[in-house]
T-cell receptor, first 112, second 109 residues
Framework: KAGVTQTPRYLIKTRGQQVTLSCSPISGHRSVSWYQQTPGQGLQFLFEYFSETQRNKGNFPGRFSGRQFSNSRSEMNVSTLELGDSALYLC???????????FGQGTRLTVV | EDKVVQSPLSLVVHEGDTVTLNCSYEVTNFRSLLWYKQEKKAPTFLFMLTSSGIEKKSGRLSSILDKKELFSILNITATQTGDSAIYLCAVYNNNDMRFGAGTRLTVKP
């Protein structure tokens, strides 16, 4: 079956702009989690959505937000971009939270 | 504060060697522990462990969890150059999945 699809794969944005990233989970999976990966901080949990509701949230500022649609696809939005937001953003799909999670290829965001 | 610590951070071995990667954790409301392999971008799922003392095995890879001592190990036998990657350990609690910094394994021919 198809894996987790993230779009776009690469993005370059300017400080102050906003960006929206998309994640399509594995068919039948209803939980989508988002992570930020940087060389200094490693993989950090942003938030998790299940059945269109945000169920869990990591320790990130309110500039980071997300949503999930009825088909389980999820989007993540970052407003007022800062240089420090440059990172690989990964989404993970699972049947529900605390089950095997499968990652997409990620979106590489560069803020200049 | 919850934490997941992996050791060693980096490891260089030769093909055919056996390696053991370690993951210790201090996490409130522990639910499960997962191992991933990350080569370029997407971490690839290896194992999920919830019960103590039960070994999970897939080919040359195996893993076990000790919930009393709060650690897990990932063993790779007869290593191959294709095993070169970063191995990540992650722990689910009630609210999030917390990752360790990873172990970078390099397997030389």
């Amino acid at each position: 079956k198809a894996g987790v699809t993230q779009t776009p794969r690469y993005l370059i944005k300017t400080r102050g702009q906003q960006v929206t990233l998309s994640c399509s989970p594995i068919s039948g999976h209803r939980s989508v989690s988002w992570y930020q990966q940087t060389p200094g901080q490693g993989l950090q949990f942003l938030f998790e959505y299940f059945s269109e509701t945000q169920r869990n949230k990591g320790n990130f500022p309110g500039r980071f937000s997300g949503r999930q649609f009825s088909n389980s696809r999820s989007e993540m939005n970052v407003s007022t971009l800062e240089l420090g937001d440059s990172a690989l953003y990964l989404c993970a799909s699972s049947f529900r939270f605390n089950t095997e999670a499968f990652f997409g290829q990620g979106t590489r965001l560069t803020v200049v | 504060e919850d934490k997941v610590v992996q050791s060693p951070l980096s490891l260089v071995v030769h093909e055919g060697d056996t390696v053991t990667l370690n993951c210790s954790y201090e996490v409130t409301n522990f639910r499960s522990l997962l191992w991933y392999k990350q080569e370029k971008k997407a971490p690839t799922f290896l194992f999920m462990l919830t019960s103590s003392g039960i070994e999970k095995k897939s080919g040359r890879l195996s893993s076990i969890l000790d919930k009393k001592e709060l650690f897990s190990i990932l063993n790779i036998t007869a290593t191959q150059t294709g095993d070169s990657a970063i191995y990540l350990c992650a722990v689910y609690n009630n609210n999030d999945m917390r990752f360790g910094a990873g172990t970078r394994l390099t397997v030389k021919p």
